[in-house]
Structures are given as structure tokens and as C-alpha cells.
């Protein structure tokens, strides 16, 4: 995707397989079917009658009498004794940790009298350095969930606390006294104190065990390096270092292990204009995040991975190797990659199979990766689960031998296949979860858990590492955590925050006693501390361990591939209706999972993008998924989506506006999506989600799909091309080659007007702010998007809204297609407001509702809009909301979430980004109060702040040593639609891509591969 065949129209990016065929141009306006529905469902349409009239005309008036009502009186309750060090009004920050996502990120908690408003990425964590994931950003509104589990419950009857503890101690004490058997069994555990507690708590028990297990596993890897080399851990990865990146199904940048650490240190390695870029091979058969960034792409079937190893390990090892498939001459452009790049190197797989891991161990100490880009000393301590032992713990409930079983932190009724029935043989079951799920409702106790802005914690997410946990609001149900819950179950009455204090004053803490508290307030302060006990791992050289792939070719049918989404993981986050609405990085759909197929298995099951079928595996389980058609995908496989399906998801069916032709997104006693882990597969080292035969059967149905990607065109007609030049692509791209030979994104020459009609009436004399996005930079994990719906109140407005075209995002990420097959290619581009110095949209509100700020934005004033919506027509890039209603904010407690600082709009308004306005103001009266003029960089819009990518950047375009403005003197650097000289003040740099030609060669220019 180079300059050089920009203009060739085969090339030109395309948005979706509609947008490439004109399907999409020739398709009749939504919002004429609306209206046409509207009137056909209502007995309107042609009636002509006096009775139709004054049925509209009411629904009208009424809808108009509705937005005029007077705002509700609310009163101000004064602080009778404030609080220390809190000043009503001002934000104060803490340091904690989210786990959202598998890997705990470092989070500074924005707070505002006495509650959290926001999360941040905490820069000083030396793991996430920052960067904060879409999971861990949208934690927040899971703390103000009211549907969170409020105590415990005791076969479903209320039950407090201290008659729990007493009931749980009989159960315990019972079990231990008749020789029983206590199991515990939790999602991975790295937290020193709490694996202290639950040594104690084992201790205190006949026949006590504890089991690790994750949904998202990595246990394979895991046993595969206990066999490779001697050590059961997974490798600290270091893709700074990395040379050459080869993937096999690893979505790195997405959802596989620790993605904002990956991220941070992908982009440290790929700085196009040192001329080092790392070359991101990436071999897989669903189209992933990851994929979308690789240098070059090509679709492999996961059955076929273990034999393309095993033929790259030939190969380096110097023999005659056979590489079979289309895949063929790109396995070997790889492998000449990384043997030219020895010891600089990165193989990694996402496979959940011993076979296929033990190859990449394999391949990966031949080209003398370990130590380099790979460290087992200081292994990674995330995702510990072993699925060795789940089979052993089914078997023991199933003969009834199991007296107590402990659940926390996973749900494996929900993510297991039958597990259901091994536990229901259990005794007594416990379970500890923040809300009602598939294991909670066969308890004999459900016990509520605190959420991970309310407790005291430790995590060592790195060996030697430890990240810290403290609250930042009281608990706002009557939760515990798991440490808590097991001290108090052995006698031990210590607070939670006492046992995590005490087990560091006992364990860690070398200095003198005096000096412990300010030892670990330090900690706190910085969200993380050393372990001063730790000693580095010893690993064995790496040993040959023979063992055979387990993910056999399909027998018939479809192969099946399960994967997981970035917003809703394994589940863990269906609850969250920020991320359900977060359209996928890849597919850009919203509140539903769906069966992925290839464009040529699609055209030959004779379906499309939005027919129901069935898929049915072997073992007798059904699916009926709607279907989506997927460029890029491998042919000859189905994929889905993992973590929909979840109890308790049926409360989504009334989010969004209710109106008269109003549909619900979830359907009477539905859930949101399908659970697809019925069809994870047994094996004998634990469940694979790749390898499955699927039958799939047309249902003659069809199902609304509610897409964000297809809603607007940023193509400017071919005929409105300045004088002398062709019309520009939105989202461009170069190589290395073509820019270190001066080719940037602009080589051919900038567009500029003969003649202008603007008077350059804006004069700047102060700060002029501007925005930088680095599309080389930017993995399109959407975090961004999640950032800026919770600084600035940005309602959920459901699938319905959606497919109506009217999500409320202020900024969104336009995916980009080009090429087809293994030649396909995927930009993204984020998308906001571009406050134009010469804005259409200013020119033509009726009420100066939109103007230009002697700073340069563009300004929205909520208080004048009248709803005309003219401003929205005329901005040529579609990043103006309407509030087409006054969105529900009737759960207090969720309301707790909104940022104080930022309007919540009302019906009738138009609203956009506003590059937070807010922060602005805030950093320049900071700056004035303590005296110190601004420093670039001490404004971070909300976007910018937690890109794990760093590729947003902000700043001072009048300051010409400003990061932004330094940026876009760059020759990479260019505005989108420039051709109508609307002069934007947000620049973009195209992405480089460090790929190589046709027959597999480097592409010449390359600093990092000569």
C-alpha cells in the first residue's frame, strides 16, 4: 500500500466488502427505510387521512413539549467537617491496579470528592509505563454497577456476613474433621499475600488443594517450557528488542497475555524515520488485530502450524525442509528473516497446544532468541493456570469426594463444557464473584467480591514486581476479597488492609521497624514495589522434547476457531455496556458475537453478512449465530467470538431510548450473543478453542447486525480534484524504502488552493492547539475510544441506535481494507472532530452554537444549540453527534461515573469532541496559580493519555519546538480532505510498513536488515 499505486483503482482502500463491490453506494438511505418503517408499522403511509395527520402531528407535539420541560431542582449539601487534605471541587489522583484484563495495569485513579471519575495509565509502572487497555479503562463503570452482587446469599436467600462466616467455618471444620476434601479453585493468583493467606488456609484443612485456572489460558506454553526447560513459567517478552516479530495465531497487540507492555515495546521498535523498524510477520487464519498491523500477512490454518515449524527448525538447523500450502514461500521469506537476524529474533504462538509450543521453544533456541527477546529469569507471572489439573478436580466431584469447593476469580460453569454437572456434586460450594454468573447460581453460598477500585491488593505481574492495590472510594457493596474471606474462614478477624500490610512487614521488609510505613506508603504512592526477596529463575538449556500437535484438520465440515474480543475477553466484561457497544477493531460490529467466514466459504454455503445459520460440532452442541463475511479470513473455517452468552446480560434489552418505533437490543429472555465456549474441546493437557468440526446449516433467517464502519464516506468525487492533481486517499501508507528514498505521504506534491475565499481572519497570538496521530504508531485497540466516552459522558445508546447510524462516540477509528487475500492489507485511522480553522460547520449555524476559539477549536455551546443539525450535514468528516433523546441517567449510582467537569448533553443538542476543553483550562489555571508558564506536554487530551501505543500526540502549534509541530514537519505528515481546503489542525503521519516484494525479498532502504 504505497504511494506509487495510490491512484490505481484496484488499490484504493475500501472500508468493507459492500463499500469495494458499490453495493453500499447503490443501497437506499437508512434513514428513508426508517422513516418509511415508521409509517408503514404505524398504518400511515398513503393513508392521507385527517386521523394519520393528527396521530404524527401529536407524536410531534409531544416529542416537542417533552424537551421543553424545566430541569429538575437540585440541591448542594455543604461538608459539616471536611475531609483532610480533600478540597471539595479539586481532582486528587491515587495509584492502584486494574485487573479487567488478564494482566493487571497500573492505573492512576482520577478522583473528585471522594470518588473515582476516571482512570489513567500510570507512568511511572515500569510494566504498562502508562499505557492503559480498553478493559481496564471501562473498569470504571463496572464499579458503579448496580447490578453488582450486595452481600451473600445462601441458596438464594439473603445472609449476612457473620452468619455466613459461621455457617462456611461448620462446613470447613466439618470437612477437615471427617478427613474431606477442600478445593480451591481461582483464576490465576500472583498476589504474595494472598498466595500467603491461602497457604494458611490449606494448611488448616485434612486434604486441602488449590487449582489455577484462566478462561484465556496459557498453559500449554507454560508445560511446554517445564519440558523445553526445566522451568514452569512463560517468558518475559521483548518485542523492543525483537528484529524480526514471527506470529502464529498470537494476537500480541489485542488480547494475548500482556498487551500494553507488547504494544509499548512493538512501537519502541519500529521508529521509521531512524530507519529501524522491526519486520511483523504474522501467519494466522481469523483476521486479528494484530494481523491487521503485520508487516505482511497470509492465512494458515491452525492444524497447519505445527508442520510449518517443524519446517522453519529444518531449515535453520540447515537441512532440506519442505514447506507445503500457499503459505509455502512466506514461511520461508520468515525464516530467512529471522535466521538473518539471529539472537534478535521473536517466534510466539497463541495456540493453546503443547505440540505447537514446544516447536516454537524449539525454533526459537536455534536462532538463540532466549536471554535476548525472550527472558526466563525474570519470567512473567500473569495467566499461571494449569489445565493439567482440571481434569483431575472433575473426576474427584464427580465421585461426590470433593466436601468443600472454593470459587473465585473464574466461572467455570460458563467457560467449561459440562463442568456444571462435576460442580453441582460439590458438597458445599462457595463462590466469590461481583455478579451473578453461571457458578454463583449453583452455590450454596454466593458471596459478593469487591471490585479492584475498592480493595487493598498485590499483584506480582513480573517477577520481582509487585503492583499495588489500594482502594479509592469505600466498598459501595458489603464485599470482601478472596484474601479476607479465607483468613476470616481459619479464625483470623484481621482486616483486609491489616494482612496485606502485615504479610509484607513479615516477608519483605528488611529495614528497621520505624521505617515501614513510609517504606510501603512509598509503594502505594507509586502503585508498585520491589521484591527484595526475589532471586532470579535458573532455567535449563533447552532440552528436545518430541510431542505431537493436537489440533487435527476438520474430518468434514467447517474447522472452528474460537478467539476473544479485546472490549469483552473471556466474558469477564459482559456486563459492561461500554464495551459491548465498543465496535471490534476488526469487524467494527457492536452487541453480538457471529460467525466469521471466509468471502469464498461464505459464496459457497450461498450466505451473506447477516443470515442466521446453525453450527453444530461433534460432540451434539448448536449455535445459531448470524453470519458476517470476513476479508481476510482462511477459507474453509468458521470463526466466533468467545464471552457472549453471559448470565444476567438479558438487563441490556431496555438500554437505549424507548420510542415509538424503539427495538430492544437483546430480544425477550435472550442474552447478548451466544456462548461459544460450548464448543472449547477437550484434550489431554486441558480445552482447545482451534481444531473442532463444524456442520453448518442456512436457517432461510436473517438478524439486524448493528455496524459502525460503513456510515459515511470520506471520498472525495473525482471530479472535485483541485486543478492539476488527483484526489488524495484518507488513510495512506508508504514503505521504509519509499521513505528513507524521500517518498513520504505527500512526495507527489501537497495541495494547495490557486485561490482562496477565506479571509485568514484567525490570529493566534497565544497557544494554538493541534494533534498529531501516528498512523504507523496506532494498533487500533480502541482504548482511545473508551478513554474519551468516559471523560466526556458519552452515553450508551444500544443496538438499535446504532444501526440507525446514531452512536454517540466522539471519536471513532475508520478501518481501511486494501488488496485481497494474502495480499490484503488494514489501516487504521482515528477519527475526530478536526477543528478546522476554516470549519464549514461554523458558517452555517443559525445561532453561532459552533465557533472558533482565539486558540484555534472549534467550540460547541450547548446552551445556544437549537438542534438544526445543519453543522452536522455540512462536515465533511462525520464526527458530529445529535442527541436524538435525553439518554437514560435514572441509576444513581451509575451516574457517580460522569466526569463533573464535562456537560451531560440534553436532547436537541449537537456535541463533539472538544479536544477536552476541560483539561485545557484546567492545565493553563494550574500553570497560573503556581507561577510556572506551560511546558509541552503537561496538557494530555484523554485519547493521548492512555494510548498504549503512544501514537496520539498534543500540543502547542505555535511553539515551534512543541512535540505536535515537530510532528508534522515530518514528510509523512498530512490532512485528511485536504483538497477542500478546510485547513484541519489534526495532522496524520501514514503508517510505514517494513514489508518485503512479491517473491519474499526485503524491500531495499531497510537499516535493520541489510
Not at 196 to 206: K, S
Not at 596 to 621: I, K, Q
Not at 728 to 755: C, E, M
Not at 846 to 872: D, F, I, K, W
Request: proline share 4%; aromatic share 6%; hydrophobic share 35%.
Amino acid at each position: 500500500m504505497t504511494n506509487s499505486k495510490r491512484h490505481n483503482e484496484s488499490t484504493r482502500p475500501w472500508r468493507s466488502l459492500e463499500e469495494k463491490s458499490g453495493a453500499l453506494a447503490a443501497a437506499p438511505d437508512l434513514n428513508e427505510e426508517i422513516r418509511q418503517e415508521l409509517l408503514e408499522d404505524e398504518g400511515l403511509l398513503g393513508s392521507g387521512s385527517r386521523r394519520s395527520f393528527l396521530q404524527l402531528a401529536g407524536f410531534g407535539m409531544a416529542a416537542t413539549m417533552a424537551s421543553c420541560g424545566r430541569a429538575p431542582v437540585r440541591k448542594v449539601i455543604p461538608y459539616l467537617k471536611a475531609t483532610e487534605g480533600l478540597v471539595p471541587g479539586k481532582f486528587y489522583w491515587i495509584a492502584t491496579t486494574s485487573k479487567a484484563c488478564a494482566n493487571g495495569c497500573g492505573v492512576l485513579a482520577r478522583c473528585r470528592d471522594g470518588r473515582p471519575v476516571k482512570l489513567e495509565g500510570n507512568p511511572s509502572h515500569p510494566v504498562t509505563k502508562g499505557g492503559l487497555c480498553a478493559s481496564c479503562q471501562a473498569s470504571l463503570l463496572g464499579l458503579y454497577d448496580s447490578h453488582r452482587i450486595s452481600s451473600v446469599t445462601q441458596a438464594g436467600a439473603p445472609l449476612d456476613w457473620a452468619n455466613a462466616d459461621q455457617a462456611i467455618r461448620k462446613s470447613l471444620i466439618e470437612a477437615s474433621a471427617a478427613g474431606g476434601k477442600v478445593r480451591v479453585l481461582t483464576g490465576t493468583l500472583n498476589g504474595p499475600s494472598t498466595l500467603g493467606v491461602l497457604d494458611g488456609f490449606l494448611a488448616a484443612c485434612a486434604d486441602g488443594g488449590h487449582l489455577a485456572f484462566d478462561a484465556l489460558s496459557q498453559s500449554a506454553s507454560l508445560d511446554a517450557h517445564e519440558r523445553t526447560h526445566g522451568l514452569r513459567v512463560l517468558p518475559r517478552l521483548n518485542f523492543a528488542a525483537a528484529r524480526s516479530i514471527v506470529s502464529f495465531e498470537a494476537d500480541f497487540l489485542g488480547t494475548w497475555r500482556a498487551v500494553v507492555e507488547n504494544a509499548k515495546g512493538y512501537r519502541a521498535g519500529r521508529e521509521p524515520e531512524a530507519g529501524q523498524m522491526s519486520r511483523h510477520w504474522q501467519f494466522e487464519a481469523c483476521m486479528s488485530l494484530t494481523g491487521t498491523r503485520a508487516d505482511r500477512r497470509t492465512r494458515l490454518a491452525p492444524w497447519q502450524v505445527a508442520d510449518a515449524l517443524d519446517a522453519m527448525a529444518e531449515l535453520v538447523e540447515g537441512r532440506a525442509a519442505a514447506f507445503h500450502g500457499s503459505a509455502a514461500e512466506a514461511l520461508k521469506a520468515a525464516t530467512a528473516d529471522l535466521m538473518a537476524n539471529r539472537g534478535h529474533g521473536l517466534v510466539v504462538s497463541g495456540l493453546q497446544d503443547l505440540g505447537v509450543q514446544v516447536r516454537v521453544n524449539r525454533l526459537n533456541a536455534l536462532l538463540g532468541n532466549y536471554g535476548s527477546t525472550l527472558d526466563l529469569t525474570r519470567p512473567a507471572l500473569q495467566q499461571q493456570g494449569d489445565e493439567r489439573g482440571l481434569a483431575r478436580l472433575e473426576a474427584e466431584l464427580l465421585a461426590g469426594e470433593v466436601d468443600c469447593l472454593i470459587v473465585a476469580g473464574c466461572n467455570p460453569a460458563y467457560d467449561l463444557p459440562g463442568f456444571d454437572v462435576a460442580l453441582a456434586k460439590a458438597k458445599t460450594l462457595i463462590t466469590l464473584s461481583t455478579h451473578v454468573d453461571e457458578t454463583s447460581a449453583l452455590a450454596t453460598f454466593a458471596c459478593a467480591a469487591l471490585h479492584d477500585l475498592e480493595q487493598w491488593d498485590d499483584a506480582e505481574l513480573v517477577s520481582g514486581l509487585v503492583s499495588l492495590s489500594q482502594p479509592t472510594v469505600p466498598p459501595l457493596k458489603d464485599g470482601r476479597s478472596l484474601r479476607e474471606c479465607l483468613a476470616r474462614w481459619i479464625g483470623d478477624k484481621r482486616s483486609d488492609r491489616d494482612l496485606l500490610r502485615e504479610w509484607w512487614r513479615a516477608n519483605e521488609y528488611a529495614g528497621p521497624a520505624a521505617g515501614f510505613e513510609a517504606w510501603f506508603d512509598n509503594g502505594l504512592q507509586h502503585g508498585h514495589i520491589e521484591r527484595s526477596a526475589t532471586k532470579a529463575r535458573r532455567p535449563k538449556d533447552f532440552r528436545a522434547q518430541p510431542v505431537t500437535a493436537g489440533i487435527a484438520a476438520p474430518q468434514g465440515g467447517l474447522g472452528l476457531m474460537l478467539y476473544p474480543k479485546v472490549g469483552l475477553l473471556d466474558g469477564r466484561n459482559a456486563h459492561n455496556p461500554w464495551l459491548q457497544e465498543l465496535p471490534d477493531p476488526v469487524t467494527k460490529m457492536t452487541w453480538d458475537n457471529y460467525a466469521c467466514l471466509g468471502p469464498n466459504t461464505a459464496a459457497g454455503e450461498g450466505v451473506a453478512t447477516g443470515d442466521m445459520v446453525r453450527l453444530t460440532v461433534d460432540s451434539g452442541a448448536s449455535l445459531e449465530l448470524p453470519v458476517l463475511v470476513q476479508p481476510g479470513q482462511a477459507e474453509g473455517l468458521v470463526a466466533v467470538a468467545l464471552g457472549y452468552g453471559r448470565l444476567g446480560t438479558d438487563r441490556f434489552a431496555k438500554v437505549g431510548p424507548e420510542w415509538i418505533q424503539g427495538r430492544d437490543t437483546v430480544a425477550q429472555d435472550e442474552l447478548v450473543g451466544v456462548n461459544a465456549a460450548v464448543f472449547a474441546r477437550k484434550t489431554a493437557t486441558g480445552y482447545a478453542h482451534q481444531g473442532a468440526s463444524v456442520q453448518l446449516t442456512v436457517l432461510g433467517t436473517q438478524r439486524d447486525m448493528a455496524c459502525t464502519q460503513d456510515h459515511h464516506s470520506l471520498e472525495i468525487p473525482k471530479h472535485l480534484a483541485p486543478k492539476g492533481h488527483e484526489v488524495r486517499d484518507a488513510a495512506r501508507s508508504t514503505t521504509l524504502a519509499a521513505l528513507a528514498a524521500g517518498h513520504g505521504a505527500h512526495a507527489d506534491g501537497a495541495h494547495h488552493p490557486s485561490k482562496d475565499l477565506w479571509p485568514d481572519d484567525h490570529e493566534y497570538h497565544g497557544h494554538r492547539w493541534g494533534m498529531a496521530v501516528d498512523m504507523s504508531a496506532c494498533t487500533g485497540c480502541s482504548a482511545c475510544v473508551i478513554s474519551c466516552q468516559a471523560e466526556n459522558n458519552v452515553p450508551v445508546v444500544g443496538k438499535d441506535e446504532i444501526r440507525r447510524h446514531r452512536e454517540m462516540s466522539w471519536i471513532r477509528i475508520d478501518r481501511y481494507y486494501q488488496g485481497e487475500g494474502d495480499e490484503l492489507e488494514t489501516l487504521h485511522q482515528p477519527m475526530m472532530c478536526q477543528h478546522c480553522t476554516q470549519a464549514p460547520c461554523e458558517t452555517v449555524c443559525p445561532v453561532l452554537a459552533t465557533m472558533h476559539s482565539s486558540e484555534g477549536l472549534n467550540q460547541q455551546v450547548y446552551n445556544r444549540c437549537v438542534g438544526t443539525r445543519y453543522c452536522a450535514n455540512n462536515c465533511p468528516y462525520k464526527t458530529r453527534r445529535f442527541n436524538w433523546f435525553d439518554y437514560a441517567h435514572e441509576d444513581k449510582l451509575q451516574n457517580m461515573a460522569l466526569n463533573p467537569d464535562v456537560t451531560v448533553r440534553s436532547r436537541g443538542v449537537m456535541e463533539k469532541c472538544s479536544m477536552c476543553i476541560q483539561r485545557i483550562q484546567e492545565g493553563k489555571a494550574e500553570a497560573q496559580r503556581t507561577g510556572v508558564e506551560y511546558e509541552d506536554g503537561s496538557i494530555k487530551t484523554a485519547c493521548q493519555q492512555s494510548c498504549p501505543s503512544d501514537a496520539i500526540v498534543f500540543g502547542d502549534l505555535n511553539d515551534p519546538e512543541s512535540r505536535v509541530s515537530k510532528l508534522l514537519s515530518k514528510d509523512r505528515a498530512y490532512t485528511v480532505l485536504d483538497e477542500i481546503n478546510v485547513r484541519p489542525v489534526v495532522n496524520y503521519l501514514a503508517r510505514v510498513t517494513n514489508g518485503t516484494d512479491s517473491t519474499g525479498t526485503a524491500s531495499t532502504g531497510d537499516a535493520h536488515h541489510g
